[in-house]
């Protein structure tokens, strides 16, 4: 199933900025290794308890959800181990103001300095190497290989590691099998209000697609 949030790309399409600029993402240790994160996982946590999001004093539109969050796997789990928001500091000597990056997470967390994420149930795209194809928006550049870690309740299920010509022809074979599903076709009629024709958004939903299965078609 496609989570619930998919429904914020379409935004993306009709111009309004969330994810207009790309953006600074994630981090996640997989194998002794911290790699970049194409997805954020505590953005559901956060829709769940909207009064633990963090409130930075300083935001930029390279980061719209206002939070660096550091994920780890550890022992075939996903956990989250830190979050961090850029504060404004100020600097009297030098009339001027500065910022740091701050640690959250126990607020976040409800005192807990660490959490197993079991709320979540995904794939978690992981890029890495050059970038093969730059694009100035959210996670859709392209970059020399990938991990594909599907999660589910927190537990890791399935690995793939892959170049970017078999992890773009992953996309796509993911993608057509989605379109032979009923929830695809409610989904084209429920954003019929956009105005846009099926073959628009289905050319658009193939860039972001990915970023939001559930699981492994």
Known sequence: MIKKYLLLILFIFHGISLFATAQSPDKIIYNGREYNLNVNPMEIYFNNFPERRPQPSLRS???????????????NELWIIDIKIEVQTSNTEARRFTSEWVSVINE??????????????????IPYGEIINYVHMGYASTY???????????NLMRELNMDYRQFLEFREDQFESYKRTEEYRLFIERNRIFNETEEEIENFLRIFFIDYLERIY
Do not use: P
């Open 61 to 75: 539109t390279a980061l719209w959800r206002g939070y660096n969050a550091t994920f780890e796997i550890i022992q």
């Open 108 to 125: 976040c967390l409800n005192g807990n300095s660490r959490m197993k994420v079991n709320w979540y149930n995904g794939l978690l795209v």
């Open 144 to 154: 020399e290989n990938y991990f594909i870690l599907e999660i589910h309740n927190g």
